[in-house]
């Protein structure tokens, strides 16, 4: 039995830290920042973020995913996170869930993306089915799994611009799902579908069947993870953007 194992409950115990418009790159940071140093399970939940800013997984090429014209002459904040997977837009109207856990405290789930997925979407099952609404998606995740140690992190589109997709080219390889379809065409927005505050209650109740739950302040995070660690996301700058648009123009 796992040392964070609540005695009282049988659960495990997991780390609750509600955020409320913070800046996806803090997120992340923290989201990495805690991975890689402390020992806790935690589910941090942030309702939006402060302005709108392209995430991409690690091994994404700017190139390949974006329209790099418009986002640079707009100005558009772009981060390379820790975690594989695909490109999102975020903003206020996003919000996001993630879980980072201990192999140990979930024991039925093996440390692979596949196994995490369902174990994920099981959880989700008792917010909503899956993260598709018919044919239409409303949020993406992404993994990172380190040793015993894993995280699975989702943005929930409860609301989206229009004008944001565009900065988003189409993939190259897309899942069956999608058929080609552009971004407006095979994403939904969950407000259509449930109220923002029922979705924040209903995770979080979800999350406390399987887990004890301790709310942690952001203050208080530096008690729980000490010590240097790998420091990946990143926000990438002008210049690369710049270069990145430069040599697909000279490959044209």
Not at 35 to 58: H, K
Not at 107 to 129: C, D, H, I, T
Request: aromatic residues 8%; charged residues 25%.
């Amino acid at each position: 039995m796992s040392v964070n194992r609540a005695k009282n409950l049988g659960l495990p115990l997991m780390n609750l830290v509600r955020l409320k418009g913070a800046p996806i790159l803090e997120q992340l940071h923290l989201e990495e920042r805690l991975l890689r140093t402390s020992s806790d399970n935690w589910c941090i939940v942030n309702d939006g973020t402060n302005v709108p800013t392209i995430v991409m997984g690690m091994s994404g090429k700017p190139s390949q995913l974006l329209e790099l014209g418009p986002v640079i002459q707009d100005r558009i904040p772009v981060i390379k996170r820790f975690t594989g997977r695909g490109t999102v837009i975020v903003d206020k109207s996003t919000m996001f869930v993630s879980l980072i856990c201990n192999k140990d405290d979930v024991p039925n789930v093996q440390p692979y993306p596949r196994s995490v997925m369902a174990w994920s979407g099981s959880l989700y099952g008792e917010v909503f089915k899956d993260y598709v609404f018919g044919d239409r998606k409303f949020g993406g995740n992404a993994q990172s799994i380190i040793r015993n140690r894993w995280i699975h992190h989702t943005s929930f589109l409860w609301d989206y611009n229009v004008r944001n997709m565009a900065y988003l080219k189409l993939p190259s390889r897309v899942p069956q799902y999608r058929l080609e379809r552009d971004h407006t065409d095979f994403v939904c927005r969950m407000k259509d579908y449930i109220e923002r505050s029922d979705f924040v209650e209903k995770t979080v109740k979800a999350v406390g069947n399987q887990f004890t739950l301790k709310q942690v302040n952001l203050e208080d995070i530096d008690s729980y993870a000490k010590g240097e660690h790998l420091k990946s996301t990143r926000l990438l700058t002008l210049k690369e953007l710049e270069e990145a648009m430069a040599g697909t123009t000279h490959n044209a």
